[in-house]
């Protein structure tokens, strides 16, 4: 009974979603309409794929090309697709991952599809999509990361959601007493580590300090930067972490957590979907927000926004614009942000929130819980120099930690360049 009701719902959502779009865009279109993806991921690329196609039936006359692109190299081919033989639509970030091709004249100036009400629906996102006056992109995605954890290894150690510092280090001292790694983590690809910091950091010292180090207005061998690693390093020291994280990609250090070898993964809402996939249940898991540090400090939270770009080069702006308008109406938004899809949260204000525990935990920490602010995460917030070094530097500090000075003067040295 549950799938039957799912799927109707999912069949009434959809033609919701194919009424708004014909009544706002009443013209045919027709043509090819190019999509490049990095939504690579199963879950994601059926998200895509399930899109597309529904689009596709709006708009019978319009020939769609969906191109999916393992989501590592897409980061590394997209500023020669812009370049040369721009599809009609892209994947990207938010942020200072969208700034370069913004500077470079490569994304298009889409602020008309940003006027009227959604403006308003889209609020929430509009900052991080505009450079200027103008906006360069729209969001179709976003989601909260936190500590999710296996709740029946706590239960076994007596051990409750830790809500400070000390109670953190506290829980890690027994699981590490019992045989069990506090965190499951895989730094091969570096962002990872990202996480670590950006949580650290904001927590050490704030959601403003954070934004001006990542905006270049901080040094890193400040003291301020200094306590950040010395935090860090409580738990490098205590042995907190997976041996040999540097080997594992962040899917491949699922296992250590699915197994029991080790408590909780510092990610983000998109790992629900694969650990329940490999067999734990919600009565296995569960969430807390990243704990409190330094007393008072309003705690600032990471929520990435994925978003849909046009280029400048693209071919059919009109099919492209109209795709986007669909992307974000508030029908699509519910749908494919639900448990049973993206598993995350819809960026327009009409749209509902599934009734999934993860979700509606993000919800509310987003909503009432972030007072400090909302972060984009390390490699968008910091252009993509600042970035890499900043992210090749705390895998450094993970694996040889002894190494931290030599790593904050590369870092102060990089920020001399790159700002």
């Known amino acids: 009974m549950h799938s039957i009701l799912k799927t109707s719902f999912?069949?009434?959502?959809?033609?919701?979603?194919?009424?708004?779009?014909?009544?706002?865009?009443?013209?045919?279109?027709?043509?090819?309409?190019?999509?490049?993806?990095?939504?690579s991921n199963p879950a994601p690329r059926a998200v895509m794929e399930d899109m597309v196609a529904r689009f596709g039936e709006m708009h019978p006359d319009l020939n769609i090309e969906l191109t999916v692109i393992d989501r590592e190299a897409y980061k590394t081919q997209i500023r020669n697709f812009l370049t040369a033989n721009a599809p009609d639509v892209a994947n990207w970030y938010a942020a200072n991952r969208m700034l370069p091709y913004v500077e470079a004249g490569l994304f298009e100036d889409i602020s008309d599809i940003w006027e009227g009400a959604m403006?308003?629906?889209?609020?929430?996102?509009?900052?991080?999509?505009?450079?200027?006056?103008?906006?360069?992109?729209?969001?179709?995605?976003?989601?909260?990361?936190?500590?999710?954890y296996r709740k029946d290894l706590f239960d076994q150690f007596g051990l409750?959601?830790?809500?400070?510092?000390?109670?953190?280090?506290?829980?890690?001292?027994?699981?590490?007493?019992?045989?069990?790694?506090?965190?499951?983590?895989?730094?091969?690809?570096?962002?990872?580590?990202?996480?670590?910091?950006?949580?650290?950091n904001m927590r050490t010292n704030g959601y403003d300090f954070h934004a001006r180090l990542t905006n270049g207005e901080e040094s890193w061998t400040s003291d301020e930067?200094?306590?950040?690693?010395?935090?860090?390093?409580?738990?490098?020291?205590?042995?907190?972490?997976?041996?040999?994280?540097?080997?594992?990609?962040?899917?491949e250090a699922l296992p250590f957590m699915v197994n029991g070898e080790a408590a909780s993964y510092l990610m983000g809402n998109f790992a629900v979907a694969p650990l329940r996939e490999a067999g734990l249940s919600d009565d296995q898991l569960d969430f807390y927000q990243f704990v409190e540090i330094t007393p008072g400090i309003p705690k600032g939270e990471d929520a990435p926004t994925d978003t849909?770009?046009?280029?400048?080069?693209?071919?059919?702006?009109?099919?492209?614009?109209?795709?986007?308008?669909f992307v974000v109406s508030a029908e699509n938004q519910t749908l494919i942000n639900n448990g049973a899809n993206l598993g995350q949260l819809p960026v327009n204000a009409l749209s509902s929130v599934d009734d999934d525990k993860f979700l509606q935990q993000g919800f509310q920490m987003l909503s009432s819980g972030a007072p400090g602010g909302i972060a984009q995460f390390f490699d968008r917030d910091a252009p993509a120099e600042m970035a890499a070094a900043g992210m090749e530097g705390f895998q450094e500090f993970m694996v040889f930690p002894d190494n931290l000075d030599d790593i904050l003067e590369r870092l102060e040295a990089t920020r001399q360049d790159v700002y």
Not at 125 to 135: C, I, M, R, S, Y
Not at 161 to 174: G, I, K, R, V
């Open 10 to 39: 999912a069949a009434f959502v959809a033609a919701g979603i194919a009424a708004s779009a014909m009544q706002a865009n009443a013209q045919s279109l027709s043509g090819d309409l190019v999509i490049f993806s990095d939504m």
């Open 119 to 148: 403006s308003e629906e889209l609020a929430s996102t509009k900052a991080a999509l505009t450079v200027g006056d103008a906006q360069y992109g729209v969001p179709y995605t976003y989601y909260q990361w936190g500590v999710y």
């Open 160 to 200: 409750t959601e830790p809500a400070t510092w000390e109670e953190e280090l506290a829980n890690c001292q027994t699981l590490l007493d019992n045989g069990i790694k506090c965190y499951t983590i895989g730094t091969k690809f570096l962002w990872t580590a990202g996480g670590w910091f950006d949580y650290l």
């Open 225 to 251: 930067v200094r306590a950040t690693f010395a935090n860090w390093r409580e738990l490098i020291d205590m042995g907190a972490f997976v041996d040999d994280h540097q080997n594992y990609s962040w899917q």
């Open 308 to 325: 849909f770009h046009i280029p400048s080069g693209a071919q059919n702006k009109e099919a492209a614009r109209e795709f986007l308008r």
